[in-house]
């Protein structure tokens, strides 16, 4: 049975596991540590647990499957999936193994509900469009692509309001 609930601070490991698996890089994919720990990354971990920063866990059966994330950026700290300052950039991965099983539209349900509890007007997102469960997934939810990102990424909004 699937339970998702609020991140740990002690359970920082786990969402940095997360991290790392919601980098599409299809082939050769640097080590944990030398791609959460560079420049363009490193913004989306560090000093984990500052204002506007949340995180849900997914557990299947008793066992950490995933994690689903908000973090706000600002015009001197830009991420990939920036909107504005006021808008929270989410990342989301599931566990290899355990995808395919709707733990990652659950997790993206939750985390919609506790940004509009919070009082967000919008979300955004950064997606790889050859990662195309990921963008089905997305457009599913009422994401809309808004602009190219830097590389080859599509930035993502949804309204909440």
Known sequence: MLHIRPMLLSELDFLMDMHYESIHIPQNK???DELLNAPAIRKYNESWGRAGDAALLAEWEGQLVGAVWLRL???DNKSYGYVDAETPELGIAIAPGHRGRGIGLALMKEIIELARADGYRALSLSVDPANSSAVHLYERLGFVRCEVAEGTSW????NLV
Not at 155 to 158: A, E, G
Request: no cysteine; hydrophobic share 30%.
């Open 155 to 158: 930035t993502m909004k949804l």
């Open 30 to 32: 640097p080590p944990k």
């Open 73 to 75: 950026f600002n015009e």
